[in-house]
């Protein structure tokens, strides 16, 4: 029997192989100003949970769609993430992927399979690992070319333009999506926006940008970085930075508000991912899955760094302050940061980055907030078709359906259970709409 035994090794996957695409072509470009075009379907956001849904509309037969996305490329921004941190695999398994459920198609692992002469012998075993029903790991350049084959062979990139989208109108059976550079009108939208950064709370420097010398996980760092850099978070995305700064020889000064770290496959209990997971959240009431998100939507680390913090821990490299949250950040002398513990210690560092989670997109801000009906910042959604129970014509894929699905809604795994309902209860509407107004037009023509 093969044993799961956390590896460092694993971690290390190469990055940037090349990998043989479908011919395709690339994204559209900047949405031409003044659109104002029609679409059967438009998808705000093109990470890979648009990626997922425009994947299964065009199973659906819905073709007319259009994908909007501030940054212009399928999956750019999770990709741009990732790099950022220096993360060469993922944390979700194999048989977590944003291919399509229900059709015929190259799944993630099959993908990989393909590609076996370009994969080291430790991806290889990976994949072995997958086939006999084991947990795995996913190299980041697998999933990005696994990525680059649904864009290509669901002709989802010539659909997708650049464009911030600034307000979702629905009504009357449409909605007008207005960007920077004009305005669209479609039968549905389906809103796939992903998460923000959570900010630091204003009691921390008292509010505005952060003081010099801080950055949070997702900007780039200081040129240089100094010798001893501070990070503020328990999560995985700490992780991959303190183990970049280690690698790049300073000493790290790691703060964590619980009093100790917590190892796991995934960032939430693997239960989730399953229907068993999801049914003992979906029959359940609104205050017991709150309780639910709470428990099972926090801060973990894959085991595989396990190892290598311990060790970095043992011999002085990382010095970890465990259990006290932070009260105060401030830039120190000499360029110094300087952040306090609620227990009076203080952690100072000549550069402190920030890792604090994210914050789920719901919509606010898009839609009228009477329509996304927020209640505890999460969106009230028709748990059967994923759209806004006050806007049938809007729908939702991604961290935002968390308490449809539970903790597991923003993983990539979720995406694929979401964009299973939106999806047919998408081309259904457009079936029905279709069909009322063929009727129509007979009444009229009689
Ligand atoms: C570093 C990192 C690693 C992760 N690793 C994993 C993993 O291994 N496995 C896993 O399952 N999950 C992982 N996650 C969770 C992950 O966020 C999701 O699985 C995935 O990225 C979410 O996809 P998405 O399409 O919902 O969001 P995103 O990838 O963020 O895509 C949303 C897109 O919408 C765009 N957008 C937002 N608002 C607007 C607007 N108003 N107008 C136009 N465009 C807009 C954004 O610019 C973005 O391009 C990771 C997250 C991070 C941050």
Same mark, same amino acid.
């Given at each position: 029997?093969?044993?799961?035994?956390?590896?460092?090794?694993?971690?290390?996957?190469?990055?940037?192989?090349?990998?043989?695409?479908? &011919?395709?072509?690339? &994204?559209?470009?900047?949405?031409?100003?003044?659109?104002?075009?029609?679409?059967?379907?438009?998808?705000?956001?093109?990470?890979?949970?648009?990626?997922?849904?425009?994947?299964?509309?065009?199973?659906?037969? #819905?073709?007319?769609?259009?994908?909007?996305?501030?940054?212009?490329? &399928?999956?750019?921004?999770?990709?741009?993430?990732?790099?950022?941190?220096?993360?060469?695999?993922?944390?979700?398994?194999?048989?977590?992927?944003?291919?399509?459920?229900?059709?015929?198609?190259?799944?993630?692992?099959?993908?990989?399979?393909?590609?076996?002469?370009?994969?080291?012998?430790?991806?290889?075993?990976?994949?072995?690992?997958?086939?006999?029903?084991?947990?795995?790991?996913?190299?980041?350049?697998?999933?990005?070319?696994?990525?680059?084959?649904?864009?290509?062979?669901?002709?989802?990139?010539?659909?997708?333009?650049?464009?911030?989208?600034?307000?979702?109108?629905?009504?009357?059976?449409?909605?007008?999506?207005?960007?920077?550079?004009?305005?669209?009108?479609?039968?549905?939208?389906?809103?796939?926006?992903?998460?923000?950064?959570?900010?630091?709370?204003?009691?921390?420097?008292?509010?505005?940008?952060?003081?010099?010398?801080?950055?949070?996980?997702?900007?780039?760092?200081?040129?240089?970085?100094?010798?001893?850099?501070?990070?503020?978070?328990?999560?995985?995305?700490?992780?991959?930075?303190?183990?970049?700064?280690?690698?790049?020889?300073?000493?790290?000064?790691?703060?964590?508000?619980?009093?100790?770290?917590?190892?796991?496959?995934?960032?939430?209990?693997?239960?989730?991912?399953?229907?068993?997971?999801?049914?003992?959240?979906?029959?359940?009431?609104?205050?017991?899955?709150?309780?639910?998100?709470?428990?099972?939507?926090?801060?973990?680390?894959?085991?595989?760094?396990?190892?290598?913090?311990?060790?970095?821990?043992?011999?002085?490299?990382?010095? #970890?302050?465990?259990?006290?949250?932070?009260?105060?950040?401030?830039?120190?002398?000499?360029?110094?940061?300087? #952040?306090?513990?609620?227990?009076?210690?203080?952690?100072?560092?000549?550069?402190?980055?920030?890792?604090?989670?994210?914050?789920?997109?719901?919509?606010?801000?898009?839609?009228?907030?009477?329509?996304?009906?927020?209640?505890?910042?999460? &969106?009230?959604?028709?748990?059967?078709?994923?759209?806004?129970?006050?806007?049938?014509?809007?729908?939702?894929?991604?961290?935002?359906?968390?308490?449809?699905?539970?903790?597991?809604?923003?993983?990539?795994?979720?995406?694929?259970?979401?964009?299973?309902?939106?999806?047919?209860?998408?081309?259904?509407?457009?079936?029905?709409?279709?069909?009322?107004?063929?009727?129509?037009?007979?009444?009229?023509?009689?």
């Amino acid at each position: 029997m093969i044993t799961f035994v956390p590896e460092p090794h694993l971690l290390d996957s190469p990055r940037g192989r090349h990998w043989p695409r479908v &011919p395709a072509t690339g &994204p559209a470009g900047a949405l031409p100003a003044g659109h104002g075009r029609t679409a059967d379907v438009v998808i705000v956001g093109a990470g890979p949970a648009g990626i997922a849904v425009a994947a299964a509309l065009w199973h659906h037969g #819905v073709h007319d769609v259009v994908l909007l996305d501030r940054d212009g490329r &399928p999956g750019g921004r999770f990709f741009d993430r990732i790099d950022l941190l220096g993360q060469r695999v993922l944390r979700s398994p194999y048989e977590h992927h944003p291919g399509v459920e229900g059709f015929r198609d190259c799944e993630l692992l099959d993908f990989a399979r393909l590609h076996w002469g370009r994969l080291t012998r430790t991806e290889r075993r990976e994949i072995r690992m997958a086939q006999s029903g084991h947990r795995s790991v996913v190299p980041v350049d697998v999933f990005e070319a696994y990525c680059d084959h649904l864009v290509a062979s669901h002709h989802i990139a010539a659909k997708t333009w650049r464009a911030t989208v600034r307000e979702v109108l629905p009504g009357g059976g449409t909605a007008t999506v207005t960007t920077e550079r004009g305005s669209l009108t479609a039968r549905h939208v389906v809103l796939a926006l992903g998460e923000e950064r959570r900010a630091a709370p204003d009691s921390w420097w008292g509010a505005g940008a952060p003081p010099p010398g801080v950055s949070y996980w997702d900007e780039s760092g200081p040129v240089g970085g100094g010798r001893r850099q501070v990070v503020v978070g328990a999560g995985l995305t700490a992780a991959h930075l303190i183990t970049g700064a280690l690698d790049a020889g300073r000493e790290v000064h790691w703060v964590i508000r619980e009093p100790g770290e917590r190892y796991q496959c995934a960032d939430v209990n693997s239960a989730f991912f399953r229907p068993e997971g999801r049914k003992r959240f979906d029959r359940v009431g609104w205050e017991q899955r709150l309780g639910l998100m709470g428990r099972f939507r926090r801060a973990s680390i894959m085991f595989e760094f396990q190892p290598l913090l311990e060790r970095a821990e043992a011999e002085g490299r990382l010095v #970890v302050h465990r259990g006290a949250p932070v009260r105060r950040v401030s830039a120190g002398v000499g360029g110094t940061v300087a #952040v306090r513990l609620a227990d009076g210690r203080r952690v100072g560092g000549d550069h402190a980055v920030l890792a604090l989670g994210t914050t789920p997109s719901i919509g606010t801000g898009l839609l009228p907030p009477a329509l996304v009906g927020a209640r505890d910042g999460w &969106p009230e959604l028709d748990e059967r078709t994923m759209a806004y129970t006050r806007a049938p014509e809007v729908s939702v894929i991604g961290a935002a359906a968390g308490m449809v699905l539970g903790p597991a809604a923003r993983n990539i795994d979720g995406h694929r259970v979401a964009t299973t309902r939106a999806a047919a209860a998408i081309a259904r509407r457009l079936r029905d709409g279709a069909a009322v107004a063929a009727g129509l037009e007979a009444v009229a023509g009689a």
